[in-house]
């Protein structure tokens, strides 16, 4: 048996950045992954953007967390990921968008996020080209951005390597073993582990990870199409994100990374709810037609390649993280709703210092998103 302070289940967009907080307040730690390698579950299907503006609380102030990081990483590390400082746009193209848009920035000031609301023509220099017919303004967040998501996990899994962190691959977890409220042990398709403190990072297995520690995690997954051009001059900055419903997709959001490939994704409506990560024929014709019909410049493009993943999703959009009720030493860093690589980085340092530090400063995060909430809210800016 192999023991450490703490077990990792899941090397994805949570379970990698967390490893490193905890190694790097000296915990001996281990991750145990089912797959061949680091970030080959959703983590790879992620598009990039990394944002603080949302409609709650909880998400804001983990992301703020990993803004900071995320904008250090090369100072602090010497580690490039790409990292731009674009912002997220999020266009009004009628009043009652506009009404709740500035509702929120006032929301969203009380948590210290720079952002403000932004004219027609401000808009215009920042997308040179968008279509202003009916255009009103813009939410527009300055400080938000965007990575690569290969480089991050990267990043962070050589800076948890050098702290300590052992990883296992190609071992998937079948069982623990349980003895008055702890988990004493989990048995892997090849070895036997022990530790304090159990994490189940597990993405879309987390459901499943959950029940063998007699937690009820009400988790299931919708697939999302993402695609990407080819790569030219750089000619826009933040991430437009069009709130608008049209029939078959609720939202759609785009932006040019570092590389100078747009990058692309939508979602579907109604939720297309399953496990299937095969790419479909009717993704390129329904985004390219809002896309182009947004933004006539993008219409010249050359799509390279188009992919598919899965979003973890809880009933009202919000993750779930905290111990469980049923077993003492289980702690739930699940149900990312799709956002997990933007999540991961701030939410693994905010773990590390409530694991560790046993703060109470955190509470507030954990209250949220506790798995014993109600699941009756709403996250405006999904």
């Not at 996990?153 to 296992?168: D, V």
């Not at 702890?182 to 990870?209: L, M, P």
């Not at 598919?308 to 959009?317: A, K, N």
């Amino acid at each position: 048996m192999k023991k450490f302070d703490v077990v990792i289940i899941g090397a994805g967009s949570i379970g990698v950045p967390l490893s490193f907080y905890l190694a790097n307040r000296g915990l001996k730690v281990a991750i145990l992954e089912k797959l061949p390698s680091t970030g080959r579950g959703q983590n790879r299907a992620a598009i990039g953007g990394i944002r603080a503006t949302f409609s709650d609380p909880a998400k804001i102030k983990i992301c703020l967390q990993t803004i900071e990081i995320m904008k250090n990483m090369k100072v602090e590390h010497g580690l490039d990921v790409d990292w731009i400082q674009g912002g997220y746009l999020y266009p009004a193209y009628d009043e009652k968008t506009e009404i709740a848009f500035k509702q929120l920035l006032d929301f969203q000031k009380q948590y210290k996020l720079n952002n403000r609301w932004i004219t027609p023509d401000e808009i215009d220099k920042l997308v040179p080209g968008i279509n202003r017919e009916n255009l009103r303004g813009g939410n527009f967040s300055e400080e938000d951005g965007s990575a690569s998501p290969l480089k991050t996990t990267a990043a962070f899994s050589l800076l948890s390597h050098r702290r300590g962190t052992e990883l296992f691959f190609d071992e998937e977890v079948r069982s623990m073993k349980i003895e008055k409220r702890k988990i004493v042990s989990v048995e892997t398709s090849r070895d036997v582990y022990s530790a304090d403190i159990f994490i189940n990072a597990s993405g879309a297995d987390a459901k499943t990870i959950g029940a063998l520690a007699r937690a009820d995690i009400p988790i299931y997954t919708d697939c999302h199409e993402a695609g990407v051009t080819e790569a030219v001059e750089r000619f826009f900055e933040p991430m437009v994100v069009d709130i608008r419903p049209d029939g078959n997709s609720s939202n759609y959001y785009f932006y040019q990374n570092a590389e100078g490939q747009v990058v692309f994704c939508i979602t579907p409506e109604p939720k297309i709810i399953g496990a299937d990560i095969d790419n479909t024929s009717t993704f390129l014709p329904l985004v390219v037609k809002r896309m182009v019909q947004l933004y006539p410049r993008l219409r010249h493009l050359r799509v390279r390649r188009t992919w598919r993943g899965l979003y973890p999703m809880t009933p009202d959009g919000f993750p779930i993280v905290g111990f469980t009720k049923e077993v003492d030493n289980f702690f739930l860093t699940v149900g990312m709703c799709g956002q997990g690589y933007m999540i991961g980085p701030g939410l693994g340092k905010i773990v590390s210092e409530i694991l560790v530090d046993k703060t109470n400063r955190h509470d507030e995060i954990l209250t949220q998103l506790t798995l014993y909430r109600k699941f009756t809210g709403n996250e405006m800016l999904k």
